[in-house]
C-alpha cells in the first residue's frame, strides 16, 4: 500500500496492530537492487522519499544514489 492508502487506513482505526508503512529514504541505490526484490516477492508496497543534496554531497555520494533511470524503473515496478 501506498504512504497515502497507509495514513487513511489508520484514520479509519481499522487493524492497526496489523499495519506497517514502510518508507525509504535518501533515493540510495540499495532500494532498486535489494530492497524492491525483496518487497516483490513478499507483496509489499513502500513510499520512497527521493530529496535533493546540496551540490557538494551529491558529488561526493552520486555512485550510491539513484539515477533518474533508476528512479524510474523502481516507479514502473508499482514504487
Not at 13 to 38: C, G, H, M, Q, Y
Request: proline share 1%.
Amino acid at each position: 500500500m501506498t504512504l497515502q492508502e497507509g495514513c487513511d487506513f489508520l484514520s479509519a482505526k481499522k487493524d492497526e496492530k496489523r499495519t506497517i508503512v514502510l518508507t525509504f529514504d535518501d533515493a540510495v541505490k540499495n532500494n532498486l537492487f535489494n530492497v524492491s526484490p525483496v518487497l516483490l516477492k513478499l507483496g509489499f508496497g513502500s513510499t520512497l522519499f527521493i530529496c535533493r543534496f546540496n551540490d557538494d554531497w551529491l558529488r561526493k555520494n552520486a555512485a550510491h544514489l539513484l539515477t533518474i533511470d533508476e528512479i524510474q524503473q523502481l516507479y514502473e515496478l508499482g514504487f
